[in-house]
């Protein structure tokens, strides 16, 4: 039972989920709290593809009002949730991968398609084929 406890990672103590909307923040005390922070509008667009960020000092401001100040120096662990259409990543797996590129990224895009709460064909996709053990 003990040895479980050292495999184990605690909790983050602080997480932050970033929206167009704002910042919803908690704080994983023991009576955990929670607060949304709402951000100028424009502030975040939610888009795979382009930048999601559009006011990078507006955010960045809004981040450093909600973190804590850390007096002792001691690592503090915290999560950041992203929106999900900002990224998709993905591990494929295929019995033959096509040698031309075009085909290459036909393929993934045909694959991802069922998968993705979005339209692949006008989303940015980036790949890496990762050949198997032994060929």
């Not at 990672?9 to 023991?30: H, R």
């Not at 809004?62 to 002792?72: D, F, I, K, W």
């Not at 915290?78 to 096509?98: E, G, N, Q, T, W």
């Given at each position: ?8 990672d605690p909790p983050p103590a602080y997480a932050f989920e970033l929206s167009q909307a ?48 850390n007096g002792n120096r001691r690592r503090r662990d915290m999560a950041l949730i992203l ?53």
């Amino acid at each position: 039972m003990q040895l479980a406890s050292v495999f184990k990672d605690p909790p983050p103590a602080y997480a932050f989920e970033l929206s167009q909307a704002g910042i919803a923040s908690a704080d994983m005390a023991k009576t955990p709290q929670t607060e949304f922070h709402p951000l100028t509008p424009g502030t975040i667009l939610v888009s795979p593809l382009r930048d999601n960020i559009l006011m990078p000092d507006e955010l960045a401001a809004a981040v450093r009002g909600l973190t804590p100040a850390n007096g002792n120096r001691r690592r503090r662990d915290m999560a950041l949730i992203l929106p999900d259409y900002c990224a998709r990543v993905a591990v494929l797996d295929f019995d033959s991968f096509p040698t031309d590129a075009k085909e290459q990224l036909s393929l993934v895009r045909f694959r991802m398609k069922k998968s993705v709460p979005f339209d692949v064909e006008a989303a940015a996709v980036g790949y890496w084929a990762q050949p198997a053990a032994g060929g």
